[in-house]
């Protein structure tokens, strides 16, 4: 009855409402911190600013400084290795001197300064093409690089010292939810927009000045942003950096092993514990068992990160058109980073799940492995691809060879018979043409022509038959044309598809004597959106010009309707053939495909996006996930040093094989790297079967556990997630 009485009298002092109050201060959580939001709104532009340069680089290098395809892709994928070395840097910067908060703030001076510079450079390049734009962009990139790689490491880390752990653990994982979506929608916009503000014209050309500009200035207004919410950060002091620490171990023991100092020891790491404590030599020893097992991961990024430089390549020979829209090459890249939106949420709540319950695919190496072999699947796919696009070539001119193509301005046909070819007939306002003609150096052929058709038109100058000769040379082709005055002229054509895919269109167009200085017109919607100027009398040969937007256009000489909905599709060349004999007649034309367009849409290559995406998600986020749960808390931000340096090496790897140029031929590639992530991750397989997954001690206090991770930034939600 007393111990009855005596928790009674206890419950009653518990409930006294002063007793309450007291009870719910200490249990209340701190507020959610307001400084997070300018380092998530600060993320966002960065991002947008780095994704935004990078989506139209590889295309830049090769439009504007005019590098080749495979020197485009060397200088992608070595900016790319520095921008995931420089982590390391950053990190030692951050934690070993300035602090988080100075690091970014100084770096991403850096990085605005490298943006800006690289802008002027592309004005140069466009407004000026004796200015040294190549080298300035080199400089710009270099800053970039260092910019974006040294605060890499920093941001994610400083968001997480502004909440108080383990109080705020939820509102921690939060954001970094929030994190991961800025990074995100950033990466999206700016992969969806950048293409679209390249494709105005400045200068004439192509606007990678406004391109670049535009994510300058929001790489400037990130630094605004961060440096506006200094007064609500909680700023730690820097402790010293880890990286340097295991260095200096590491060395150490290897000193004493090759000098023998000290009694033999059951591992080689042994010998630095007459100076380092064990604690840290042990758990050196389990970060390099994991480090061990990233050795073979680089060429995954080999792969992954080719989707901003070969693959947009690939694009650019294909067809983008979506009834009135045109996808551009590089706005392709915007379905990674919005498949990842999709599929993260699939992956985590759907897929993985039932892969647990049926126990397929069940723990992280065994993704790590699938993912593996995703991406190769996914290079097989683009090999595919780059087999069907090389049926969609043109047949160009080669050794020993001449190509012959005759045009008839006229609306009437005209028979041909050529020595050593079959009797070809040239349709009204057509071409016909000869692509194999025997040729050592120049070669000289006679022909007959046969205008009987014509002089039955009305076309009184001519006289049936005519003999003409035909000059051409070896590996070039030669166009000739025919006009109511019989063979009128001669000239070297162009046959190759444009670089970018762009239609290229040139005018043949006959005007009698007593006409000059016509203007052959491309409208859109009455808009005039190309002007060929037609200066000589009787007969102009025009330039071949580039049509920015593949689309259907109206054909005009002078304000006469030539033909209407005429399309200009991409990777065709395209020649308007066409003649005017009285000022008050109907002109008449026609508009061939000298080289058909492409004819492959970039929806083949949505499966090989698909794939890539899924094997990102399943390695990538796997990756991290079992480097954090496997290495002891003071060795986390040493694996996330290491996972950086693995993205840098495999696009190193790229560097490698793009210098060597093995193959003439660009699928031999594409399948030699589909062959080697099939056989590394075979291996890696292997190596996975030895592994032990260990359980690391709970000596450490669950603060410090929670504090470390983050600080080096919960990566699987952040980090590795932003760089698709």
Not at 116 to 123: F, K, Q
Not at 384 to 411: C, S, W
Not at 582 to 608: G, I, R, Y
Request: a negative charge; aromatic letters at 12%.
């Amino acid at each position: 009855m007393d111990v009855f009485k005596r928790k009674n009298s206890e419950n009653e002092i518990r409930d006294h409402p002063d007793n309450q109050s007291n009870a719910e201060a200490q249990e209340e959580k701190p507020k959610y911190p307001k400084a997070v939001f300018f380092i998530i709104s600060n993320e966002f532009c960065e991002r947008f600013c780095y994704y935004g340069m990078r989506t139209v680089l590889s295309l830049y290098l090769f439009n504007m400084l005019e590098y080749s395809q495979d020197t485009s892709t060397i200088i992608y994928h070595v900016f790319s290795c520095l921008v995931y070395f420089f982590p390391i840097f950053g990190a030692i910067l951050s934690d070993s001197w300035l602090g988080k908060f100075n690091t970014i703030f100084y770096l991403s001076i850096v990085y605005a300064l490298g943006q800006v510079i690289l802008s002027l450079s592309a004005a140069g390049s466009a407004a000026l093409p004796s200015a040294p734009s190549k080298e300035f962009s080199m400089v710009g990139l270099f800053l970039i690089a260092l910019g974006t790689g040294g605060i890499k490491p920093c941001v994610s880390a400083f968001g997480g010292d502004q909440f108080i752990l383990p109080q705020q653990e939820r509102q921690l994982a939060t954001f970094f939810s929030l994190f991961y979506f800025s990074i995100n929608t950033g990466s999206l916009i700016s992969t969806l927009l950048t293409p679209v503000i390249r494709e105005t014209q400045c200068w004439k050309k192509d606007c990678y000045f406004i391109a670049f500009l535009v994510p300058a200035i929001l790489m400037i207004l990130s630094i605004v942003i961060f440096v506006l919410g200094k007064r609500l950060y909680k700023i730690v002091s820097p402790t010293g950096n880890l990286i340097v620490k295991v260095s200096k171990c590491i060395c150490h023991a290897i000193y004493n092993k090759i000098k023998g100092k000290g009694e033999k020891r059951d591992h080689w790491l042994d010998h630095a514990n007459d100076t380092y404590d064990s604690k840290l030599i042990e758990d050196i020893k389990i970060a390099l068992r994991v480090l061990k097992l990233f050795v073979p991961l680089p060429i995954f990024w080999a792969l992954y990160d080719q989707q901003g430089s070969q693959w947009t390549f690939q694009a650019t020979r294909m067809d983008g058109q979506i009834g009135s829209f045109v996808l551009l090459p590089d706005q392709l890249q915007a379905v990674n980073p919005l498949l990842i939106i999709i599929f993260i949420p699939i992956f985590e709540t759907c897929i993985y799940p039932i892969f647990a319950k049926i126990h397929f695919i069940d723990t992280p190496l065994k993704k790590l492995v699938v993912g593996g072999f995703l991406a190769s699947v996914a290079f097989v796919a683009a090999g595919i691809v780059e087999l069907e696009i090389e049926k969609t070539y043109p047949k160009l001119p080669t050794d020993g060879f001449a190509q012959i193509r005759i045009f008839n301005t006229m609306d009437c046909s005209v028979s041909i018979n050529m020595i050593n070819q079959d009797p070809s007939s040239v349709p009204p306002l057509n071409m016909v043409e000869f692509l194999e003609v025997k040729a050592n150096g120049k070669i000289t052929i006679p022909y007959t022509a046969n205008f009987t058709d014509c002089i039955n038109k009305g076309y009184e100058k001519l006289r049936d038959p005519k003999e003409f000769e035909i000059t051409g040379e070896e590996k070039t082709a030669t166009s000739l044309v025919l006009t109511p005055l019989g063979l009128e002229h001669k000239y070297t054509d162009t046959v190759n598809k444009h670089d970018k895919g762009n239609p290229m269109v040139r005018g043949l167009i006959y005007l009698a004597s007593d006409l000059n200085n016509a203007k052959l017109e491309l409208r859109k919607d009455k808009t005039v959106v190309m002007s060929i100027p037609i200066i000589s009398s009787n007969f102009s040969q025009s330039e071949l010009e580039k049509l920015e937007t593949p689309s259907e256009y109206d054909i005009y000489l002078d304000e006469k309707l030539l033909q209407k909905n005429v399309p200009f599709k991409s990777g065709g060349v395209y020649t308007i053939v066409g003649s005017l004999m009285h000022e008050n007649d109907q002109p008449k034309s026609n508009t061939v495909a000298v080289t058909p367009p492409n004819s492959l849409h970039m929806a083949w290559m949505l499966p090989q996006y698909v794939i890539i995406t899924m094997a990102e998600v399943m390695f990538s986020v796997t990756g991290l996930q079992f480097a954090f749960t496997q290495a002891p808390v003071s060795m986390k931000s040493l694996l996330t040093a290491g996972w950086l340096l693995s993205v840098a090496f495999g696009n190193l790897i790229v560097v490698i094989i793009k210098g060597a140029r093995p193959f003439e031929r660009q699928v031999f590639e594409i399948f030699l790297y589909a062959g080697l992530m099939a056989v590394v991750i075979a291996l890696f397989a292997v190596m996975t079967i030895f592994y032990k997954y260990v359980e690391i001690s709970e000596e450490e206090d669950t603060n410090e556990v929670i504090s470390m991770e983050g600080k080096v930034g919960n990566i699987n939600s952040a980090y590795k997630e932003d760089e698709k």
